[in-house]
């Protein structure tokens, strides 16, 4: 059965367009996983609107947390408007809420004329377990370095796994655990969003550098880097000149771009 890992949005922060950003994608973090008779989606930015919801398939969307870049698709979710349409959002509790408390907080009037539940399908919102089997999919969780917390995600599924860490500041502690969590992965997504340079000024916003991400996926011993939340000025030329470093550095090194599909 089919493992396959489908980018529909790469940015982080806020949404961006023009020519200059046409390859890697203006749209925020939101990943399809296809695993047989699941369809999971990871986060909800503005890349889940091209989606196009498979009919046969169960929806659920894994959230890693509740920043407005990870969570302003949502309303525009085609399969929201299907009538009988069944989908599960699993996110953990944030600042005091729950996530159906949390999404309320931006998906209601006067800033949305809409709740979730006014929309034609049946969505019912889940707090994170420990760990959980979606289908024949496992899934486990650890906690991430970033502001307000989010959340990283380990997808099994017949025997090959991914690794979800966008929104990770590194520190030495959250790298060696993050390593341990993903040790063996066949995909592990890091959050790349700063260039070295960069990072010197950004500490504490809850991001991280190429370099770390190479230096996680060596300790873990992961088969494929895919670097993603790209700074929203990150031009296509500029990501093209970091893939090409970092892709010489480590085998199986890329800069995710829209439309890209990973089979497992």
Not at 97 to 107: F, Q, S, T, W, Y
Request: include cysteine; aromatic fraction near 10%; glycine fraction near 8%.
């Amino acid at each position: 059965m089919e493992f396959k890992l489908t980018v529909l949005g790469t940015r982080g922060s806020v949404p961006v367009e023009g020519k200059i950003f046409e390859r890697y994608g203006g749209a925020t973090s939101c990943y399809k996983i296809q695993a047989g008779n699941e369809e999971i989606y990871l986060d909800a930015g503005s890349g889940i609107f091209s989606s196009k919801p498979s009919k046969d398939k169960r929806i659920t969307i894994l959230l890693s947390h509740m920043h407005l870049d990870h969570l302003v698709g949502l309303p525009f979710f085609l399969a929201l408007t299907e009538k009988g349409r069944s989908i599960e959002i699993f996110a953990d509790k944030r600042e005091g809420l729950m996530p159906k408390e949390a999404i309320d907080r931006l998906i209601s009037p006067p800033f949305w004329p809409l709740k979730i539940e006014d929309y034609p399908a049946d969505v019912k919102f889940l707090l994170l377990p420990k760990k959980f089997f979606i289908g024949d999919v496992e899934v486990e969780m650890t906690d991430s370095t970033h502001p307000n917390g989010s959340t990283i995600y380990k997808l099994t599924y017949q025997g090959k796994s991914i690794v979800y860490a966008t929104d990770f500041e590194h520190t030495p502690e959250g790298c060696e655990a993050l390593a341990k969590f993903s040790a063996g992965c066949d995909l592990l997504l890091y959050d790349a969003q700063y260039m070295a340079e960069e990072y010197e000024r950004c500490k504490g916003y809850g991001h991280s550098t190429p370099e770390f991400g190479l230096k996680v996926a060596d300790k873990a011993g992961v088969k494929k880097l895919l670097l993603v939340h790209h700074a929203p000025w990150r031009t296509d030329e500029e990501l093209d000149n970091m893939e090409k470093i970092f892709s010489a550095r480590r085998e199986g090194v890329s800069f995710a771009k829209i439309g890209d599909e990973v089979f497992l």
